[in-house]
């Protein structure tokens, strides 16, 4: 048997290398904590070659003796903790002394650093795990670790490494990530002598995002501040209607650390369900605190993927806090007054909800018909006047102006946007023409608007649903004229129980009469009553299958979408009176930049994308 033996230190330290710093992103990772551990005020990071031939960080930070220094370099030499009670209340990032062993074992490294009190600094420099020298160097007070010939010593490890293009991108995104969380740090970031971007220190946060992220992604992004239970959310989200090609933008701290979490980027695309077009991304710029002892960080130490012990309340807090928010950026105040009707629909014969009367009105004062003065024109005004957005569940008017100034104004002037036929002089939007299916064009003062009728109507409907559905007061049940009967199985009939509270306050009216028996004798008025009890079953099926756990909104807002999307009235075409009235409607919507399923409603192509192509000016 062949003999056992313990391994060298650098042997160790080389293994562990694989684990803590599998590629050059994680080294920059381990050294940026290391130096905000330090108390850094200033921060600059350079790589060469997507960081595999050059790394550089350096800090003003506290800085290490010469007895330090050296000890840093020890397998499980830490600072940070002293006994294992320490690591429930670790406020560092570092804690398990692993990185500057592991990274130095597998390239060559120089460790030059200064503490106060020191007149000289000292530089250590070690190639592959062996110490080549010691000595005293002239620096100012702070850290600088420079890591040339990464994993050289280690060829099966460089192999894996990405194009310098890609290992590059995660250095450049991974330094954005600790400089949005840190405002109060001047960050820069070189690339081979080659600025890409300095950050002084900022005021806020929102001042970080536009110099490290672009001032476009700002403009996109409205702040968001919630609290609750121990957890307290603030950042900035997409405003309604923003959405990114990739999850490139949905970016998430957990007490301030950088993390990837799916139940917390889950929880934004639910949020976003009906305002980012599916396959797109809300950007999302969020920081969770937390208590640390309900966050299980280390995983795995080189990976940012987090768990939470209660992923349900986390996962919700954040769901409710985007929707409310998104809400409030969205709100139509002049449609919260008037509580949406229902009427019989002419062509099939079903209950559907009345159309916007503002925007009926609207569209009889262009056709002629006006109603002496009362009603739309005056509405805009009333608007601008307020100009806040009013919280739906307060009466406080005196509140002060959301932040994000720029929004308010953008949707009170889509609002105030009129929708007209090709002749209507003061129409901002004119229809031109129908000219593919449900396609119709219209022109604006931007440019050529490509506008999809049905997706608008579907929109239309939807909001108009969902007001009848959130309309408390008036539960808006409708009775049927003949009771259905339902029968269940004692399982099915406990969930109905369970949940019968909540459907009861979603619409529906059930009466037990006997075991297992039910007696449906009224129905919400957003569902047409053919489907109430196919409703009811899926509800039961849906119940029975998550465990009895039950959504009965979640629930009801698929049926609304269901509701407002299928059968479309029975109209099957769009005149042209048809559109400009959905034209109309459709800019005073919440969200009118999506159908309910997500998919886009209109884009605008703008004058200048025609100049350009025309090259030269119209
Ligand atoms: P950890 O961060 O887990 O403690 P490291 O190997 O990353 O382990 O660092 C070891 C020790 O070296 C730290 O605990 C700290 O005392 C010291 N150190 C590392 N980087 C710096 C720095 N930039 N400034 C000051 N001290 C540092
Ligand atoms: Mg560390």
């Not at 005149?575 to 959905?582: H, L, Q, T, Y």
Request: aromatic share 6%; net charge neutral.
């Amino acid at each position: 048997m062949p003999e056992i033996r313990i391994l060298t230190d650098r042997v160790a330290n080389q293994i562990a290398a694989g684990e803590v710093v599998e590629r050059p992103v994680a080294v920059v990772k381990e050294l940026i904590e290391n130096s905000i551990d330090a108390g850094a005020s200033k921060i600059e990071v350079e790589f060469r070659n997507g960081g595999k031939s050059y790394l550089r960080v350096e800090d003003d930070g506290s800085g290490m003796n010469p007895d330090q220094a050296l000890l840093c370099l020890e397998r499980h030499a830490t600072s940070k903790i002293r006994k294992a009670s320490d690591l429930n209340d670790v406020q560092t990032f570092g804690f398990r002394g692993e990185a500057l062993p592991s990274i130095s074992s597998v390239s060559r490294f120089t460790l030059r650093t200064r503490s106060k009190g020191n007149e000289e600094g000292n530089e250590i420099f070690i190639n592959g795990g062996k110490m080549i020298h010691v000595k005293e160097c002239g620096m100012p007070y702070g850290t600088r670790i420079e890591v040339s010939h990464l994993f050289n010593s280690v060829p099966g490890r460089r192999k894996f490494l990405k194009t310098e293009v890609t290992e590059a991108s995660h250095i450049i995104h991974l330094s954005k990530l600790y400089a949005l969380a840190h405002p109060s740090i001047t960050f820069s970031l070189l690339e081979g002598g080659r600025t890409l971007f300095r950050s002084p220190a900022c005021e806020g946060f929102a001042e970080r995002v536009r110099e490290t992220l672009g001032k476009g992604l700002a403009e996109c992004l409205a702040p968001i501040e919630a609290s609750e239970g121990g957890l307290a959310l603030r950042g900035l989200i997409g405003k309604p209607g923003e959405s990114r090609p990739t999850r490139k933008e949905m970016i998430f701290f957990v007490n301030r650390r950088p993390i990837e979490s799916k139940t917390l980027a889950h929880a934004v695309l639910e949020a976003y369900h009906t305002y980012a077009p599916k396959g797109r991304f809300p950007p999302a710029i969020l920081f969770l605190g937390i208590d640390p002892a309900l966050v299980d960080v280390n995983v795995h130490p080189a990976k940012r993927e987090i768990r939470f012990r209660e992923e349900r309340k986390v996962r919700q807090f954040l769901l409710e806090s985007i929707v409310a928010r998104n809400r409030q950026l969205a709100d139509r105040p002049d449609l919260h007054e008037s509580a949406p009707e229902m009427e019989v629909d002419g062509l099939s014969g079903m209950l559907v909800p009345k159309m916007d009367p503002q925007a009926l009105r609207l569209h009889q004062t262009q056709e002629g018909v006006n109603e002496a003065g009362t009603g739309y024109q005056g509405e805009p005004e009333r608007e601008l006047a307020l100009g806040v957005v009013p919280d739906s569940s307060s009466d406080d008017k005196t509140a002060p102006p959301l932040a994000g100034e720029g929004l308010i104004e953008a949707q009170e002037k889509r609002r105030s946007l009129r929708v007209g036929r090709r002749d209507d002089p003061n129409a901002d939007w004119r229809l031109l023409d129908r000219t593919h299916g449900d396609m119709a064009v219209l022109s604006s003062a931007q440019g050529i608007v490509a506008f999809h009728c049905r997706a608008a109507y579907e929109r239309i409907r939807y909001e108009q649903l969902e007001d009848c559905f959130g309309n408390d007061e008036k539960a808006s049940t409708q009775s049927l004229l003949l009771a259905e009967s339902l029968e269940f199985d004692g399982q099915e009939a406990a969930l109905i129980e369970k949940g019968r509270a909540d459907l009861e306050k979603v619409g529906f009216s059930l009466e037990e009469f006997g075991r297992n028996f039910y007696r449906m004798k009224g129905c919400p008025t957003w569902i047409d009553p053919r489907e109430a009890v196919a409703f009811l079953r899926d509800f039961v099926e849906v119940a029975r299958e998550s465990g009895g756990e039950m959504n009965t909104e979640a629930f009801a807002k698929e049926a609304l979408i269901r509701q407002a999307t299928q059968n479309h009235g029975g109209r099957e075409d769009f005149s042209e009176d048809e559109i400009v009235r959905i034209g109309n409607q459709l800019l005073k919507c919440r969200n009118p930049y999506t159908c309910p399923r997500g998919r886009p409603i209109y884009f605008e192509t703008p004058r200048r994308d025609f100049e350009s192509r025309f090259r030269r000016k119209l």
